[in-house]
């Protein structure tokens, strides 16, 4: 699960994270023995107003423009360290 | 006073808070404090929260200070705009005192869960504030501001607003718009507000409620327009859900909703009991739907698009895995695996549908007790009154359970509040009003009567 999520967990780390989330798993596994909810009443949530809009482009009016978040902005294009070339080797 | 003056004041106060270990900031500086101030003192009229400092919970963006989420995986990031929140607040003329710590992401229920260490609760060091927007409700609570912005996904202002004695206000999901507010659970994230007074709440939510191009979920609504103050609650039917009083609820939280229901019978509200019999699956329900939508929403802290990155070598997703166990804490890593799994193949309809389920039955609970002629529901807060340090961190699932009675209204997108009822051996005891969707005004107005006959600071008996 670890793997799926795209999460590191130190093997010192392991026992005490399957034991929390056997705990977890197994609280909220208490709705799977509750059978088929989805016949009935389907309530939809909240009020019943949104509408919908336009789609529209707003700008988007950033308080520091994007040649300020990048070392370098060149022909419209960020110029930004290739992958790897800022760790140590 | 001028906005430099109470700039000036705040800075004091907030250098007195930090220096008492009180550990509710995570950025503030008296040079941005009087840049602040300068703006507001510019400004050509007086906005309705002229020269008010609020402090702002740590997930809420701003470009003038950081914005780490209480997460190191965030440290030092500076966000390129203001949240929707933060731009309303500088059009009525108000100012961002702080940054405010809070449990990582906003994952916690007792403020316990940030990188940056835990907040104290400002009346008895040993306990904690509550969560995940412990630090706000410490700040407002210790009188360090005035206001405070929050935000709720599951009970976040509402529950630390019950345990530190100030009141809480979560608005219909939609209300407020999310534009600048890093998501955890999208379809349950709104921004909240804490206040000292049900009054100073309904202001500063007035002013930040409204649509947003920016968010498409925020709802075409009216303005919440503050009630004139009602003296009496005749023609009001407050109902008491039976599930939220069970035979084990703390004696000192049982005897200050027990006053307080005697007050609103005085002020003369009708009461009635009523049910929500799906309310009781309501935290399992949210321990599936929030991780789920924590486990997509966090996926972008991955090194590459945002968050520190992590020496790795090997390929990308080495990167990404190195960045992110090292960059988040442990309550987000369980979250964010709990949301993995419930959402992979094979697992999906057991728990994902069978929680989406359950909460269309929660929404279906309260919508028949309102068509049922409830104007309010009534309830405890949270089941205790703040908990020590440390009494929970240990068992996950005794953590989530603090959020017993906030839970069920966020799932169900409704307003809801929490507002001071009494103390139980000298700490604060909330009591919790959950309104129709868009009926904030009428139970800021019923909160308010009730708060002006009650004696929030009084010990229970």
Known sequence: MAALAELAVAPADLAELTAQMDRIVGFVAQLTALGDLSIGAAEPLGPRVTPLRDDVVTPADLGLGPSDL????????????????MEEP | ?????????????????????????????????????????????????????????????????????????????????????????????????????????????????????????????ARVPGGSSGGSAALVAAGVVPMALGSETGGSVRQPASFCGVVGVKPTYGRVSRYGLVAFGSSLDCVSVFARTVGDAARLLGVIAGPDPRDATTLSAPPITPHAPVRSLSGTTIGLPREYFPGDLDRGVRAAC???????RE??????????????????????????????????FDGARYGARAPAGGDVRALYRATRGAGFGAEVRRRILVGTYVLSAGYYDTYYGHAQAVRRRIAGDFSHAFAGGVDFLFTPTAPTTAFKA?????????????????????????????????RSEGLPIGGQLIAPPLAEAGMLATAAALERVLDAGAEVR
Request: charged letters at 15%; proline letters at 7%; hydrophobic letters at 50%.
């Open chain 1, 70 to 85: 990048a070392p370098e902005f060149v022909d419209g294009f960020f110029v930004v360290p290739r992958l790897g070339a």
């Open chain 2, 1 to 125: 006073m001028s906005a430099r003056e109470v700039a000036l004041a705040v800075g004091a106060r907030l250098g007195e808070a930090d220096r008492a270990g009180l550990n509710a900031t995570l950025a503030w500086s008296e040079a941005a404090l009087l840049a602040e101030a300068e703006r507001v003192d510019a400004l050509p009229g007086q906005g309705p929260l002229h020269a008010l400092p609020v402090a702002i919970k740590d997930n809420i963006v701003t470009t003038g200070l950081p914005t780490t989420c209480g997460s190191r995986i965030l440290e030092g990031y500076r966000s390129p705009f203001d949240a929707t929140v933060i731009r309303r607040l500088h059009a009525a003329g108000a100012f961002v005192a702080c940054k405010t710590n809070l449990d990582e992401f906003a994952m916690g229920s007792s403020t316990e869960h940030s990188a940056f260490g835990r907040v104290l609760h400002p009346m008895d060091h």
């Open chain 2, 258 to 264: 027990d006053a307080a229901i005697a007050r609103l």
């Open chain 2, 267 to 300: 002020l003369g509200a009708t009461i009635v009991e009523v049910s929500l019999p799906h309310s009781a699956l309501a935290v399992p329900a949210y321990y599936i739907i929030a991780p789920a939508e924590a486990a997509a929403n966090l996926a972008r």
């Open chain 2, 390 to 422: 440390g009494e929970k961190t240990g068992d996950p699932v005794a953590m989530y359970l603090a959020d017993v009675f906030v839970c069920p209204a966020s799932l169900a997108g409704l307003p809801a509040m929490s507002l001071p009822i009494g």
